[in-house]
């Protein structure tokens, strides 16, 4: 089984790097974030020929999560159940018998302002729902735009970066506590070594070819499915092409 993660940056302006991707990658699940479409105008038809099923939540310019499968999921829920204004930063649908939990985390803006509070807040509200909704025996993948670079090795200057709102203390501890309830970051399993990113700024000259990037996008398992895991990787070719998302995707491979 081959899951994969990928914050497109607006969906419609992304959809024909989204589709073939699907074509050439063929994973069985794919994650999206930030499609910034309210649902009435879900681009559902442009996909009908992939034979792909799909799930998904929005809102107009902002957020907005979806996920592609070649199994029709089951168990969909948006969002966290106590605050509708989250449904479009959270999507969990059971797949194939895996759980997977697809979210866009709050990126925050300034440390010192009402969105960064928000985003520690949110991280405390997603490690609960976990606590109530699942258990760390059960199969569950958890991936997506955390909005954060949990290590030093996660981003191109460190000591230029520390305090950013995606590098900074509380986030890297907010993460860490979810994490701790029962999961393995993929990628860090595969690669031990810095210098692997799936987020190049768009505003900073020259970064995707200077390799000025960020790990923001990450992909978590509950020990069952670590265990099946095979190899994670980035993929860059996305990032490559004319008018790009600044993410990339991040794969999975399971022996599932």
Not at 53 to 82: C, H, L, R
Not at 103 to 115: A, H, I, K, N
Not at 219 to 231: H, P, S
């Amino acid at each position: 089984m081959k899951v994969a993660s990928f914050n497109v940056n607006g969906l419609r302006a992304r959809l024909d790097t989204v589709i073939d991707w699907l074509d050439r990658r063929k994973p069985d699940i794919l994650c999206v974030q930030e499609t910034k479409v309210q649902d009435k105008d879900f681009p559902g038809q442009a996909f009908e020929d992939t034979g792909y099923k799909y799930v998904f939540k929005g809102q107009k310019s902002y957020n907005g999560v979806a996920i592609f499968s070649k199994t029709k999921a089951s168990k969909v829920q948006a969002g966290f159940e106590d605050e509708p204004k989250d449904e479009s930063r959270l999507l969990k649908a059971q797949i194939d018998g895996i759980i997977v939990v697809n979210t866009y985390v709050p990126q925050g803006y300034l440390p010192d302002s009402e969105m960064f509070a928000y985003k520690l807040k949110w991280f405390e509200r997603l490690r609960k729902y976990f606590e109530k909704n699942f258990k760390p025996t059960d199969p569950v993948i958890w991936l997506g735009d955390f909005n954060v670079a949990p290590e030093d090795i996660d981003v191109y200057d460190p000591a230029r970066l520390t305090g950013h709102v995606c590098f900074n203390p509380q986030v890297k501890e907010a993460l860490k506590k979810v994490c701790d309830w029962g999961f393995e970051d993929l990628f860090r399993k595969y690669h031990k070594e810095g210098g692997h990113y799936t987020f190049w700024d768009y505003r900073e000259r020259g970064a995707f070819s200077r390799n000025l990037g960020w790990r923001l996008d990450h992909i978590m398992a509950t020990e069952v499915l670590a265990k099946k895991c095979k190899g994670c990787y980035i993929d860059a070719k996305p990032r490559e092409g004319e008018r790009p998302s600044d993410h990339t995707p991040v794969v999975a491979e399971f022996d599932i």
